[in-house]
């Protein structure tokens, strides 16, 4: 016969393995899911774009950002981390991208959203790359789930522009 704690260490293991399993089943059934948020930025206003003393430009933009992310949360979602990003191209660099806003959904209550607001961080080009510039604002998210790996995509807008002249 077995020692009572040669019983619990056994009873124990088999309870951990089963319990390991099911978060391994659970997690790769929910990479099954393939969510299709919507999402649309609206440039209401350019505030000022100017050229800083030492030369940067900067642009402080007004943003209308209406976003459907209610299919991104499943049973496995914890939340979800979500940032509008400015994107363009200067001779130096192939991709340039600077982060306007961003936003914790806490749940899926609170992931259908229409907000006007200007850009939280600062919109500075170092150097004048910035006139004239076509650029794209692309929303990215980060689900970050209650077991499994998190997933990233994004939804890339284009189409917007900055004006020639410093205004």
């Known amino acids: 016969m077995h020692s009572i704690g040669y019983r619990t260490n056994a009873l124990l293991t088999f309870a951990v393995t089963v319990l390991a399993l099911m978060c391994a089943i659970v997690s790769l059934s929910d990479n099954l899911?393939?969510?299709?948020?919507?999402?649309?930025?609206q440039v209401s206003n350019?505030?000022?774009?100017?050229?800083?003393p030492n030369g940067?430009?900067?642009?402080?933009?007004?943003?209308?950002?209406s976003a459907?992310?209610?299919?991104l949360f499943t049973w496995n979602t914890k939340q979800v981390f979500v940032f509008l990003a400015a994107e363009y191209e200067t001779p130096k660099n192939a991709l340039n991208q600077v982060s306007l806003w961003d936003g914790i959904i806490p749940s899926k209550?609170?992931?259908?959203?229409l907000i006007h607001t200007t850009n939280k961080y600062r919109f500075i080009d170092q150097g004048s790359n910035l006139r004239g510039k076509d650029f794209n604002l692309t929303l990215h998210w980060h689900v970050m789930p209650k077991t499994g790996k998190m997933f990233a995509d994004k939804i890339v807008m284009s189409g917007y522009y900055l004006p020639k002249a410093y205004r």
């Open 56 to 65: 940067d430009d900067e642009v402080s933009l007004t943003l209308n950002i």
């Open 33 to 41: 899911n393939s969510p299709n948020p919507t999402a649309q930025v």
């Open 109 to 113: 209550e609170h992931a259908k959203f």
């Open 46 to 52: 350019i505030n000022w774009f100017q050229k800083k």
């Open 68 to 71: 459907d992310l209610r299919p």
